[in-house]
């Protein structure tokens, strides 16, 4: 190889460009770890979709590793793992560090929910003997994107006295699943005027549900009716049920690999179980840390994290102030001193839509997990913007632990914007920062992710926890 120049050396000394992952810092071994990690990743996304899904699937496996539900009454000592979960929506894992709790927390906080639709309260109807279904779409969609793909049902109906019923129609192989009908080219000449956000709207969103009636012809709309005799013989509901349930639709499609190389995996719902995935398993594998380290892995970040499942809610702050009073510390004091990586997704550069990007602080799918010092809209409006220092701190950490990792806005300034979790983080005073994994077709049915990414996104997670 040829002496490099004096340019070449300085260039190399003073100048920064975020790289491929397999360009400089991760060998052939270490990529064969981001290949084995994902394999589970993938598991995970096939076996738990939606938040209640999530944060049970979450807790079962806490259990297997030792987690016990936490008990604000008893006393707990350095190594201990603990859970409480909320409403069957929310979990938070927490393990107790050597170092004594008004050190501060290291938190990881990632959200659960994914954008999909809903049923409505009174979703079911016949049309022209079709059944179908009535949505109403949760968090940001673009709704031509949700029809004519395989769809699943998954969700809870609780009954006047309280029993609950779980619904899972569309995961399994022999399942039957659900689609959204659009018009066929020939005659969508009208439709195809529209623009592309009104495409298919939203009272378009339609289930087809079932095509055949209740054998009978003494009353009308008997496809509906044997739907409903369907659903009562399987759950034992009747129609009034569904005043009273959640129910919703989600892409029935199975996560995978994408690429002759084999290194992107497909799937629904990457954000943000991308990152919900990595630090739950970070707190799993953590050993005996120095802080005391907790997962948060929360609801409803997708319509803005209202309710008492989202991070809105003071449920979060209630768990850490009775963390701290179980030591006999002052909630507050300890938050004041506790740091946390708000794990969510950015995007990705997408070489076909270059325009919405600016391409020197993007993030890029295999340049590593990406920091997002601020998100926003209109001049940072609705951000939290993290400091110089914690931007710094975090920084040191991935560098002295060599985690590939990269720099990234949500896009070009005023091309939109967007916001994560981190400002209902900031607002009690703990010190945060978006730290989380590119993503191409975010908020698609099928989105794409690269395994580099989730990999070290993972890392980025474990070393943060093992912080002396
Ligand atoms: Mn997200
Ligand atoms: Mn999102």
Known sequence: MAEKTKAEKLQEELCYDAEHGMKSQ????????????????????????????????????AESKGFTEFDKTKKYKAGDKVYRVNRDKAIMLAVFGTRPITDGVKLAISHIDSPRLDLKPNPLYESEEIALFKTHYYGGIKKYQWVTIPLALHGVIVKPDGKKITVNIGEDDNDPKFVITDLLPHLGKEQEKRTLADGIRGEELNILVGSRPFKDDKASNLVKLNILKLLNEKYGIVEK??????????????????????????GYGHDDRVCAYPAAEAVFNVKKPAYTVVTVLTDKEEIGSYGNTGLDSFYFSYFLSDLAECFGACGRDVMSKSECLSADVNSAFDPTFPEVMEKRNVSYI???????????????SGSSDASA????????????????????????????????????????????????????????????VAKIDVYSAYRAFYEFFNMK
């Open 26 to 61: 991760m060998d052939d071994k270490e990529v064969a770890k981001a290949d084995k990690f994902c394999e589970d990743y993938k598991k995970f996304l096939n076996e738990a979709k939606t938040e209640r899904e999530i944060s049970l699937w979450m807790k079962e496996k």
């Open 366 to 380: 295999n340049k590593g997990v990406v920091i997002t010092k601020y998100t926003g809209a209109r001049g940072k």
């Open 241 to 266: 049920d569904f005043l009273s349930a959640e129910l919703e639709i989600v892409p029935a499609l199975k996560a995978c690999d994408i690429g002759l190389d084999r290194s992107m995996i497909g």
């Open 389 to 448: 220092e914690f931007m710094g701190k975090i920084r040191g950490l991935l560098e002295s632990n060599n985690i590939v990792w990269q720099i990234g806005e949500l896009g070009a300034v005023d091309a939109g914007g967007g916001g994560t979790v981190a400002l209902d983080v900031a607002r009690h005073n703990i010190e945060v920062v978006d730290l989380g994994v590119p993503v191409l077709s975010m908020h698609a049915p099928f989105e794409v």
